[in-house]
């Protein structure tokens, strides 16, 4: 009975299915609450939004941050593009933790999966590096990430002992090992790409990336399998130095259309690159926790822990704390109906794109030069 609903809940990098349960990673994959850690990352320094307001929700071993931010020891932090589309706001959650962990001091690693894209998502391969430098690295710039302590690679351009590690950690994990993490539906493709994501995330421990033992790999809950993998890797080669990375897991954003946000479905998004009367029409025609009726909303209250729209304001429009609280006591009470709160979030959303956009014009050369790229 167990197993059939772990089953049931098996995290997949590559699904396409909306998660909705997150206490259950709790209970089924050892994940543990950020509210654990929170109040103590608060003495030390104040916590992202997205921490304080529960949307970074879980963690493994955070406490190893916290000690490197207390003792001020060097600590690194490695996530990864999948330059599959344009860049929407879901994965703005990302870099604006990196970002927040930069101006802390970490080192930053950011992998291109370009290897993946092209073997996995069967992408041409100069698509793929156009969108990962002008879609992506120019986007991550324009948002504040600064290019010290930064280093961006293609896992198709970097260096020997990065490569040396794909073809050592398959020496130590099983067929079994790995259908019982991922599934059954395991190709030549998706397996390179796992042991890929290893070298990704243990990499920057070698001496030759920088000998770091805190590193912390900042994701979304479906990316757990690949962390799950690195630790038990890490364990299995502790004698030549590693150790288990920790990890945060952060909430999925809903899609405007109600299921899972995807590059491969423009009207669930609104990308970063949106000319702003696009992004303007898709938030007023976005789903929302609001109820049938004007009448019934008054009466029974709306429900912002189910809308869209109010996840664009809380994950990234709405910095004060107690300006959003104030909204979704609005819309709770009924106060505020669901058109009036689209038309404030179309005009914060606006103001946002068109600071953004301009300082992205400003970037594009740059985002060239920060990353070699590889060979066609």
């Known amino acids: 009975m167990v197993f059939s609903i772990v089953e049931h809940f098996r995290l997949s990098p590559w699904a396409s299915e909306k ?31 997205l921490m304080r307001r529960g949307i970074v929700f879980g963690h493994r071993d955070f406490e190893k941050v916290i000690e490197a931010l207390k003792e001020r020891k060097r600590f690194a932090i490695l996530t990864g593009l999948m330059p599959s589309g344009k860049m929407h706001f879901g994965h703005k959650m990302v870099i604006d933790q990196v970002i927040y962990y930069q101006k802390l001091g970490a080192e930053i690693f950011i992998v291109i999966a370009d290897a993946e894209a092209y073997a996995v998502r069967r ?20 948002l504040g990430l600064e290019t010290h302590r930064l280093h961006v690679y293609f896992q198709t351009n970097y260096k020997r002992e990065y490569y040396r590690l794909i073809q050592l950690f398959s020496r130590k994990v099983t067929m ?6 991922y599934g059954e539906d395991l190709e030549p493709g998706k397996i390179m790409a796992i042991f890929t994501q290893l070298a990704d995330i243990l990499h920057p421990e070698l001496p030759e990336f920088g000998g770091f033992k805190t590193v912390l790999v900042p994701v979304g809950a ?21 150790e288990r990375p920790a ?20 009207e669930s998004y609104i990308a970063l ?36 729209v109010f996840e664009m304001l809380s994950y990234h429009l709405i ?11 609005e819309c709770k009470s009924g106060r505020l109906l669901c058109g009036e709160c ?12 068109e600071k953004h956009q301009e300082r992205l014009e400003k970037v594009k050369d740059l985002a060239k030069q920060i990353v070699k790229q590889p060979n066609f």
Do not use: W
């Open 319 to 329: 910095e004060d704390d107690n300006e959003l609280m104030r909204i979704y006591d």
């Open 19 to 49: 998660i909705t349960e997150y206490e259950k990673l709790f209970k089924y994959f050892g994940i543990k609450p950020f509210t654990e850690v929170l109040s103590k990352l608060a003495q030390i320094t104040e916590p992202h939004m």
């Open 176 to 181: 079994a090992e790995l259908k019982a993490i």
């Open 342 to 353: 689209k038309l404030r979030t179309r005009e914060m959303l606006v103001k946002f794109l």
């Open 123 to 142: 992408l041409d391969r100069k698509e793929i590096i156009n969108t990962a430098i002008n879609e992506y690295i120019a986007n991550y710039l324009a």
């Open 273 to 308: 690159t949106d000319p702003p009367e696009l992004a303007s029409r898709k938030i007023l025609r976005s789903l929302t926790g609001g109820r049938a009726t004007a009448r019934e909303q008054r009466e029974l209250g709306g429900q912002p822990e189910k809308c869209p």
């Open 247 to 266: 990890a945060t897991y952060h909430k999925l954003m809903t899609g405007l259309d109600g299921g899972k946000m995807s590059s491969s479905r423009p």
């Open 222 to 242: 479906d990316q757990d399998p690949h962390l799950r993998l690195a630790r038990d890797v890490a364990d299995r080669y502790s004698e030549l130095g590693f």
